[in-house]
């Protein structure tokens, strides 16, 4: 079944690059990774507030990438395919919320408000790896996949690194909003020195 994706042009004859499960299921483990070191017990204040820019940064881009592809791939070729994605865009709004009050909490409610976006991340990944991508994987091509993993890499490297919940989450308006909301945010990222890639904790 067709999810309806622009064509890529050929590299060798064949779309290349990662299939989308294999691109969201390594972002959830580095994610997951991530959280677990911003709530452990040694981790100091000033690490703790680094790491939780980099989980805030991470996931907000993350988000912004699946509600771009994988979700309108979902609905479009999945048997029941609305229902999932709506269920998930609810759970994804309120993830965003509480990266959101991670973002403002100071050093003494870090930890707590890290741990609630742990849960909610935990919960995103095992109803992403437990049946959203298999049921995917079952019903398009293997090109398709690729088609979508190679689009959800391009669209989080142009997402907001910042939490919006009220912006919108399904095409075409995220498309336009969430690349320009990004611009504002990577300015801020800049005047504020502020991390947001793993590799540079």
Known sequence: MSVHLPPLPPVGGESTGV???DVV?????????????LTADGTD??????????VSAGLSRHLSAEEQYVYPA????VPDGERLAERE???????LESLRLLEDAGDAERRERAED?????????????GELLPL???MVSAEELIRLGNRVEVAREAAPTRPHPQTPATPPWN???????????????????????????
């Open 89 to 95: 865009i609810a759970e994804d709004r309120a993830l």
């Open 175 to 201: 498309k336009v909003v969430d690349p320009a909301v990004a611009i504002v945010d990577k300015v801020r990222d800049v005047v504020g020195r502020r991390t947001t890639y793993p590799q540079d904790l």
């Open 136 to 138: 995917l994987e079952r």
């Open 117 to 129: 976006v742990g849960r909610r991340l935990r919960r995103h990944a095992d109803a992403a790896t």
């Open 19 to 21: 299939n989308v499960a």
């Open 74 to 77: 979902v609905r479009a070729a």
């Open 45 to 54: 204040a000033g690490r703790r507030r680094v790491l939780a820019e980099v």
């Open 25 to 37: 299921s390594r972002e959830h483990r580095e994610l997951l990774a991530l959280c677990d070191e």
